[in-house]
């Protein structure tokens, strides 16, 4: 059922279309039980609007996490976006950080309640802020939460989708842990636990290798049945409006042929491939890993200009709705 905005966002709006210093302001959208909360970044009125999706786990707002990664990525992001015309919103999910009261477990959700929230927050924003529809700018996971919440339906503009898989996640699942040579003698028992939880099975974890418990480990196996079900090249096939596929190429964690993948389903998407990008959109011009993986904590190293040029540059050119 269509979910009705009641909350404010308490925006300070520009007067004038003039592009003027962004104003900053916590804005809350309704949540399952409890209020999700976030920010907004917004250089003034009638620009275009777009809610950023963050990835996978405890990732905050901002695109820090409580795995070591550091440096805002997108905090720096919106603040780039502003610059260049378009407002933002990024949100705590629910359950989680200051979104903790939104439902009691942040562990029992799934993709698709993830999508619901987004639709929460469009329609927040569109009541506020009386725009037609609302970018999704989707990171990692957030990419499949972006084209879960597109099939589901919604006031959305058009999705940009950074760092998205382009396949099944146990796909990319696999190839990421053979390509870390630290987890060669685990390979076997992870990829027995993958394929259990592909086919909707729970995993005993009893016996199981301490570093494999992060990815699974009994609170999270019920997430990942779910996350592991979708093909996002499939959801992403018909799909009507205005797309961006942007990836970089030093991406450790997903590839350019996910990207490729995904530009297959939809012909008519824009795809632009940046060479020296990683995972978390930081510059990285060396192909050693360690090297890769050092930026992640990195809070000082800013994120790639290109990102949000290249979204900024395809927000404004495109047709909304196409």
């Not at 003027?20 to 275009?48: D, F, Q």
Request: proline share 7%; with cysteine.
């Amino acid at each position: 059922m269509r979910r009705i905005a009641v909350l404010s966002l308490g925006l300070a709006l520009a007067a004038s279309p003039a592009l003027a210093a962004p104003v900053e302001s916590y804005v809350t959208a309704p949540g399952p039980i409890g209020t999700l909360k976030g920010t907004m970044l917004n250089p003034g009125a009638g620009r275009p609007v777009a809610l950023i999706i963050p990835g996978s786990g405890p990732t905050d707002r901002d695109g820090n996490n409580a795995h070591g990664v550091q440096g805002s990525i997108y905090q720096q992001l919106a603040e780039a976006l502003a610059a260049r015309g378009i407002a933002t919103v990024r949100a705590d999910k629910r359950g989680m950080f200051a979104s903790a009261e939104a439902v009691p477990d942040a562990n029992a959700v799934t993709i698709a309640d993830y999508a619901r929230d987004v639709r929460s927050w469009t329609e927040t924003i569109r009541a506020n802020l009386d725009v037609p529809c609302v970018w999704l700018i989707g990171h990692s996971e957030g990419g499949l939460v972006a084209l879960v919440a597109a099939k589901q339906g919604g006031d959305y503009c058009g999705l940009v989708l950074v760092a998205t898989e382009g396949r099944p996640l146990g796909q990319a699942l696999r190839e990421q842990l053979k390509s870390n040579p630290a987890m060669a003698p685990l390979l076997k028992e992870a990829d027995r636990a993958l394929t259990a939880l592909e086919a909707g099975k729970h995993v005993d974890t009893a016996k199981m290798s301490p570093a494999l418990l992060p990815l699974f480990g009994p609170q999270v196996q019920n997430f990942a049945i779910n996350v592991l079900s979708y093909d996002p090249a499939k959801l992403l096939a018909g799909y009507a409006k205005p797309v961006l596929i942007l990836q970089g190429e030093r991406d450790v964690q997903i590839s350019a042929e996910d990207a490729r993948r995904l530009a297959k389903a939809d012909p008519s998407a824009k795809l632009v491939l940046l060479p020296d990008t990683n995972h978390v959109l930081k510059p990285v011009t060396s192909a050693d890993r360690a090297a890769n993986t050092l930026t992640y904590v990195d809070p000082n190293l800013k994120i790639e200009p290109k990102v949000a040029a290249t979204i900024a540059d395809f927000i404004t050119a495109a047709r909304t709705p196409r």
